[in-house]
C-alpha cells in the first residue's frame, strides 16, 4: 500500500500521522525494506525506534496485516 493512503486511512480512522520518530509515537507500521536504506535489516526509523524503546519508550511495531485490521479493512 502507497504511504499516502495509509496515512488517509490512519486518519479517518482518527490516529495521528507522523513522518518521524518522536516522544508521543505509540505505533509503527513497518512495511517492505527499502533497498536503499542504510541499514541491512531495517531503515533509520526502526532504529529510532529500537532506540527510544531501550529508554523504556512503549512503542508497538505492527505488520500491514494488523495495520489493515486497525483501519477496518479487514475482519468487519
Given amino acids: 500500500m ?3 493512503e495509509a496515512r488517509r486511512l490512519l486518519e479517518a480512522a482518527g490516529a ?3 513522518n518521524k520518530v ?4 505509540t505505533v509503527v507500521v513497518a512495511g517492505q525494506p527499502n533497498p536503499l536504506q542504510i541499514g541491512k535489516l531495517h531503515g533509520t526509523k526502526l532504529y529510532d525506534v529500537a532506540r527510544r524503546m531501550r529508554l ?7 505488520d ?12 468487519r
Avoid at 22 to 25: A, E, G, H, K, Q
Fill in 2 to 4: 502507497a504511504r499516502d
Fill in 64 to 75: 500491514a496485516e494488523r495495520f489493515s485490521r486497525l483501519v477496518g479493512l479487514r475482519g
Fill in 16 to 18: 495521528f500521522y507522523q
Fill in 22 to 25: 518522536t516522544s508521543t509515537t
Fill in 56 to 62: 523504556g519508550q512503549r512503542i508497538s511495531i505492527i
